[in-house]
């Protein structure tokens, strides 16, 4: 199983950006798709964002895109996701997956998903 730690969460004014990362210290991200998805209360999984294995195709949700970057950067073997524009919706909890399936089905539908890590707190509020 794939251990991932996420980090970066926090509490941010509307309008405000935060990045959240997620690296693991046992395997090598760019082997897998890497998604990100969030969970609040009372509400369900939602899959904002995937990036592919090796060639690291982007994809997102509709109420992500344009404000959410997913990056990764190899060579410290973490997996970005760039968060602009938040917004008090957005207010979750935020995990990095593994996912197992293809990133735009996955993302769309918001299953898919292998190992994830124990996840980080996002709160958008004034």
């Known amino acids: 199983q794939v251990q991932l730690v996420e980090s970066g969460g926090g509490l941010v004014q509307p309008g405000g950006s935060l990045r959240l990362s997620c690296t693991s210290s046992?395997?090598?991200?760019?082997?897998?798709?890497i998604g990100w998805f969030r969970q609040a209360p009372e509400k369900e999984r939602e899959g904002v964002s995937c990036?592919?294995?090796?060639?690291?195709?982007?994809y997102y949700s509709d109420s992500v895109k344009g404000r959410f970057t997913i990056s990764r950067d190899n060579a410290k073997n973490t997996v970005y996701l760039q968060m602009n524009s938040l917004e008090p919706e957005d207010s979750a909890g935020y995990y990095c997956?593994?996912?197992?399936?293809?990133?735009?089905?996955?993302?769309?539908?918001?299953?898919?998903?292998?190992?994830w890590g124990q996840g980080t707190q996002v709160t958008v509020s004034s």
């Open positions: 997956a593994t996912v197992v399936i293809g990133c735009a089905y996955a993302t769309r539908n918001s299953i898919g998903f292998g190992s």
């Open positions: 046992e395997f090598t991200l760019d082997d897998y798709n």
């Open positions: 990036i592919s294995s090796r060639d690291s195709i982007t």
